[in-house]
């Protein structure tokens, strides 16, 4: 049973995948990107880990894709266009996938033979959960606040438009 | 109920075949935002064996992990994103083969 929720579970994750590759519209291969976060959600609910689950859905598939699906939609982005520069890459990146994930394969195969992971046993309350990331997380958890403030400036800064007030250019 | 078991490698071969679509979205895609997203699948690959390997070890600092590394996400989406704006403001293009200068 649990075997087969992850087969289906994966076989979403691995065509979304391959689907974000594949479209040349930004738009379809953000969607796939969202059908790849939703199946992980499942993937993480399949090994027990609820909260995770939850964050993955509400942050991931919720609020960044929504914030990229709406770049997309405000910048009108079309087809992408190809140039001499994305045959080369072509040419590169898909052996280089091959090889990359080959090699992960053998590696992975090789070293963790025999060893299991229970499914749905895992002690994951919300209790323990916040009583590692109030307390022996603490420093980190503040941290990550502070980041999140500079990214907040960052972002409007660098989006902002630029003064109305700037000198008005030369004319010759 | 009596938990059942699958293997470890099952999870690690498929957050490893995540990370190699990220990768190769990085290297063949020319969309600027494209580029972006194949990231993102990178960072869920990586967030998928950290939770596998928290599920074998019987420990929730990998889950906690998983935490930091989307709240890393989040702010790098808002960063890069706004970037994003800014170059096609100036440039009025999204592809990457035309954006050649750091220069705004």
Redesign the interface.
């Known amino acids: 049973?649990?075997?087969i929720l992850?087969l289906i579970f994966?076989a979403v994750?691995?065509a979304g995948?391959?689907n974000?590759?594949a479209q040349t519209h930004?738009i379809n291969?953000?969607l796939s990107?969202i059908a790849?976060?939703a199946a992980?959600a499942g993937?993480?609910l399949l090994?027990?880990?609820e909260?995770?689950a939850a964050?993955?859905v509400i942050?991931?598939a919720g609020?960044?894709m929504v914030?990229?699906v709406f770049?997309?939609m405000?910048?009108n982005?079309g087809v992408?266009?190809?140039?001499r520069?994305?045959k080369v890459?072509?040419l590169?990146?898909?052996p280089?996938?091959l090889t990359?994930?080959l090699l992960?394969?053998w590696v992975?195969?090789r070293n963790?033979?025999?060893?299991?992971?229970?499914?749905?046993?895992?002690?994951?309350p919300p209790r323990?959960?916040a009583q590692?990331?109030f307390h022996d997380?603490l420093l980190?958890f503040e941290v990550?606040s502070i980041?999140?403030l500079?990214?907040?400036m960052?972002?409007?800064v660098?989006?902002s438009?630029p003064p109305e007030s700037a000198p008005p250019e030369r004319v010759d | 109920m009596v938990p059942s078991y699958l293997p470890l490698s099952y999870y690690l071969l498929l957050g490893g075949f995540l990370f190699a679509c990220g990768v190769a979205g990085f290297l063949i895609k020319r969309n600027i935002i494209t580029i972006f997203m194949s990231i993102e699948l990178m960072l869920n690959g990586v967030n998928l064996s950290f939770v596998a390997f928290a599920a074998h070890w019987h420990t929730l600092s990998g889950q906690i992990f998983v935490f930091f590394v989307m709240v890393v996400a989040a702010a790098e989406a808002t960063v890069g994103l706004a970037i994003i704006i800014s170059v096609y403001r100036t440039r009025e293009t999204l592809n990457v083969d035309r954006v050649n200068l750091l220069k705004l």
């Open positions: 049973m649990h075997l992850f994966g994750c691995v995948a391959i974000l590759l930004p291969s953000a990107l790849v976060m992980l993937e993480y090994l027990g880990a909260f995770v964050v993955q942050v991931y609020a960044i914030l990229f770049v997309i405000l910048l982005a992408e266009e190809h140039t520069g994305s890459a072509i590169l990146g898909v280089g996938m990359g994930g992960l394969a992975v195969l963790s033979a025999g060893e299991t992971v229970p499914i749905g046993a895992m002690p994951g323990a959960i590692l990331l997380f980190p990550t980041l999140i500079i990214a907040i960052g972002a409007v660098l989006a438009k």
